[in-house]
């Protein structure tokens, strides 16, 4: 069974910077891309950004192409999400998801994680 964990949410001011991490069990992680997506009250899931199995192809949604860095450590089977200059419109419940490929429609990705809720204040 597949799991996925994220941690390192919490409530930022406008500016600050968070560091997400999503640490998976169950699957061969080296195997698989990662996505991580986010969840704002009222709105639908949208896509954040993705990476490779390899760690060495990356894309992200324009809303946060600059600011915000996926990365991989295949030896700890852990993703990461580095957030820098947060703005209030990044409030959301981020979640981790594991695929076949690094893509960003949700439904290419098949197992998820419980999510993280970032909160920037103004």
């Known amino acids: 069974q597949v799991q996925l964990v994220e941690s390192g949410g919490g409530l930022v001011q406008a500016g600050g910077s968070l560091r997400l991490s999503c640490v998976a069990s169950g699957r061969f992680f080296s195997n698989y891309a990662m996505g991580w997506f986010r969840q704002a009250p009222g709105k639908e899931r949208e896509f954040v950004g993705t990476i490779s199995w390899s760690g060495g192809s990356t894309y992200y949604a324009d809303s946060v192409k600059g600011r915000f860095t996926i990365s991989r450590d295949n030896a700890k089977v852990a993703v990461y999400l580095q957030m820098n200059s947060l703005k209030p419109e990044d409030t959301a419940v981020y979640y981790c998801?594991?695929?076949?490929?690094?893509?960003?429609?949700?439904?290419?990705?098949?197992?998820w994680g419980q999510g993280t809720q970032v909160t920037v204040s103004t």
């Open positions: 998801a594991t695929g076949p490929r690094s893509t960003w429609p949700r439904q290419d990705y098949d197992y």
